[in-house]
């Protein structure tokens, strides 16, 4: 595959675009880089350049967060085609499911290679033929995995991310621009300034094109809330992605027990000063991609901009609850990352139980003592309805300081 790649690129009919390079450093230092120290698009471009050099020959893990999103799973597909150039092999790696009906079908479509290691799975791997990890539209934080990477010294290498900073991390190559729409644009962004030559006549190619244009697309509510930069990413992939193939992944249906969710999140829904928030209970592991997508519903109904939504969430492979919230705003002065840590704080090791991008945020707050299965349905609810309470009231001080629901 590597050299199909390789010798693709010297066909590629797009000549490299380095006179559009120069437009792409001008409007990286326009909004200014948030979270390195590179001057310009140029300077990141040679920084990987370098980095990817350095590991020639090597065999790299591509870790996403555990649900990965269609940005994850095209951002971690392009990453891969890029470093075969320089002979890295890698593994694309996630913990959790696939759960959205969109992210199956685009991996059903496309074939984006991504692998499901559980806990158990990567304790039984051969870790020794891996000499680096790769962060992709995440920083470690919402992996399962990663702990175990840092346990097994594995260094990582790069970090491509458009959240904010979720606190220390060491790497040789760090690119994480929060004025960003998706991480895919910054993939793309590698590609257009020539780390790889698209060619439209590479069926992987125009696969992958299709998986960054649907990546860019739904980080940024189908463009409505992209930048610039996203545009530009989404206008270079025009040429190479197949329309088609992204209208199908697009038309994949919602599955009986999403809209179970979205029932029950417009049933429980409690709305205050332009705030709804929805508790729906337990769910299934394999259905949590239905709390965003409740969250995505109930923020467009009228005189509403912030949407939260969370349930509890049963892991069976691992034995462990935990609640799981997704928050969707379309208020520009509410910053999701800086909301999610002041209501919720931290664990006991400093922690954030979740952060933030443009518009949109999660959480995940492991129960602990409080987790585990219990037969009694009495049981159950008594814990729903504690937590329930325990977690609009945090999010209500926010929302109403003046209002204190314990004390009603
Ligand atoms: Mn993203």
């Not at 880089?33 to 990141?44: A, C, K, L, P």
């Not at 109930?298 to 691992?318: C, K, M, Q, R, S």
């Amino acid at each position: 595959m590597t050299s199909d790649i390789l010798q693709a690129s010297y066909e590629s009919e797009f000549p490299t675009e380095t006179k559009s390079l120069e437009t792409l450093s001008e409007i990286s230092l326009l909004h200014g880089n948030n979270g390195n120290s590179y001057s310009s698009v140029r300077t990141i471009i040679e920084k990987l350049r370098q980095t990817l050099e350095n590991h020639r020959g090597e065999r790299q893990i591509i870790l996403t967060q555990d649900f990965p999103d269609p940005d994850a799973l095209s951002s971690a597909w392009a990453y891969q085609l890029i470093a075969q150039q320089y002979d890295i092999e890698s593994d694309i790696v996630y913990a959790g499911t696939l759960s959205h009906q969109e992210n199956i079908a685009l991996v059903r479509l496309t074939g984006v290679p991504a692998k499901r290691w559980t806990i158990q799975t990567f304790k039984e791997q051969d870790l020794s033929q891996y000499q680096g990890c790769v962060l992709v539209d995440g920083q470690g934080t919402n992996s399962q995995l990663f702990p175990l990477i840092k346990q097994a010294h594995l260094p990582v290498v790069v970090v491509i991310d458009h959240h904010s900073k979720q606190g220390d991390l060491q790497s040789e190559f760090i690119d994480i621009r929060t004025h960003v729409g998706s991480t895919a644009t910054l993939l793309t962004q590698y590609i257009q300034s020539g780390l790889l030559q698209f060619n439209t006549s590479n069926n992987i190619h125009i696969k992958c094109a299709t998986a960054l244009m649907h990546g860019v697309r739904s980080d940024t509510n189908q463009l409505k809330q992209a930048q610039e930069i996203d545009f530009l990413a989404a206008a270079y992939l025009s040429r190479f992605y197949d329309a088609q193939l992204l209208n199908s992944v697009l038309c994949s249906a919602r599955s009986r027990r999403v809209m179970d969710v979205i029932e029950r999140a417009l049933s429980k829904r409690m709305i205050k000063n332009n705030f709804t928030i929805a508790g729906v209970g337990y769910l299934r592991y394999e259905d949590r991609d239905a709390i965003p997508q409740a969250a995505d519903f109930l923020v467009t109904e009228e005189n509403i901009h912030t949407a939260v939504v969370y349930g509890i969430v049963h892991d069976e492979d691992d034995e462990r609850e935990l609640v799981i919230g997704s928050l969707r705003t379309n208020k520009l002065t509410l910053d999701p990352d800086e909301f999610i840590k002041e209501a919720f704080g931290q664990d006991s090791h400093g922690r954030f139980f979740g952060g933030g991008r443009y518009m949109a945020g999660g959480f995940e707050i492991p129960l602990g003592f409080l987790g585990g299965f219990n037969e009694k349905a009495d049981y159950a609810k008594l814990k729903w309805e504690v937590l329930d309470l325990q977690i609009k009231q945090k999010l209500l001080r926010l929302v109403n300081p003046d209002d204190d629901i314990l004390h009603r």
